[in-house]
């Protein structure tokens, strides 16, 4: 087991422009999450999954990010009509069952750039 | 509402001298604590987590935290920094019926030689 992957690591996109981000989860983990780091801050929660059900979206996801998780594997953030705004670190984690009992592994994030 | 507090920013240790950084919380019930560490364009690590019990948990590369409850305080420790642990450092709190983390804004660890 690897851990979490996270793909691409980096990308840079013109404003306006779709992207779409990839998370491997740690393969036995049911619940996967994902969170935006923005510079000089810590990481704030954005939503998370509970195999392929979308359980709970945070305010900072507005309308123009969506994310998915088919099969309850592997998931992916889109966000359209990219802004500044978006340029983040965003952050894939994945826990088996609740967090309460074993805490999260993160991937190593995609580093977003809108210019 | 849930929150964390790290009140320092940046701190310079040298290499060799103890280390301790501060976490305040800000929590209803019992908290479920975290300290990550952070290294340049990396994801976050696990060095810690506090969830009952002995109140001086160890971590992984020779760091400890103690929770103390009437402090609201869980500050992360280590007796003798190395270069390497320059990086930055995490602390969280679980919230949200115990399925997402309610981080602080991070405390920027230098090492001087």
């Known amino acids: 087991d690897t851990g979490v992957s996270q793909n691409p690591r980096h990308k840079i996109t013109k404003r306006g422009q779709n992207v779409t981000f990839r998370c491997d989860p740690i393969?036995?983990?049911?619940?996967l999450y994902w969170y935006r780091q923005t510079l000089g801050q810590g990481p704030e929660f954005l939503t998370y999954?509970?195999?392929?059900?979308?359980?709970?979206k945070s305010r900072l996801l507005s309308d123009r990010f969506s994310a998915e998780r088919p099969k309850g594997s592997f998931s992916t953030l889109e966000i359209q009509r990219t802004e500044q705004g978006d340029s983040a670190m965003y952050l894939c984690?994945?826990?088996?069952?609740?967090?309460?009992?074993?805490?999260?592994?993160f991937g190593s994030g995609t580093r977003l750039t809108v210019v | 509402a849930q929150s964390v507090t790290q009140p320092d920013i940046h701190i310079t240790v040298s290499e060799g001298a103890s280390l301790e950084l501060r976490c305040n919380y800000s929590?209803?019930?019992?908290?479920?604590l975290f300290w990550y560490v952070q290294s340049p364009g990396q994801g976050l690590q696990l060095l810690l987590k506090?969830?009952?019990?002995?109140?001086l948990v160890q971590g992984i590369k020779g760091f400890e935290a103690e929770f103390k409850r009437s402090q609201s305080s869980f500050n992360l420790r280590k007796p003798s920094v190395h270069w390497s642990d320059a990086a930055e450092y995490f602390c969280?709190?679980?919230?949200?019926?115990?399925?997402?983390?309610?981080f602080g804004t991070g405390t920027q660890l230098k090492v001087e030689l």
């Open positions: 984690a994945s826990s088996l069952g609740g967090a309460a009992n074993y805490g999260y592994t």
């Open positions: 393969s036995e983990h049911n619940r």
């Open positions: 999954f509970q195999n392929e059900a979308q359980l709970e």
């Open positions: 929590y209803g019930a019992t908290p479920y």
């Open positions: 506090y969830f009952s019990g002995d109140t």
């Open positions: 969280a709190v679980l919230t949200g019926g115990g399925n997402k983390l309610t």
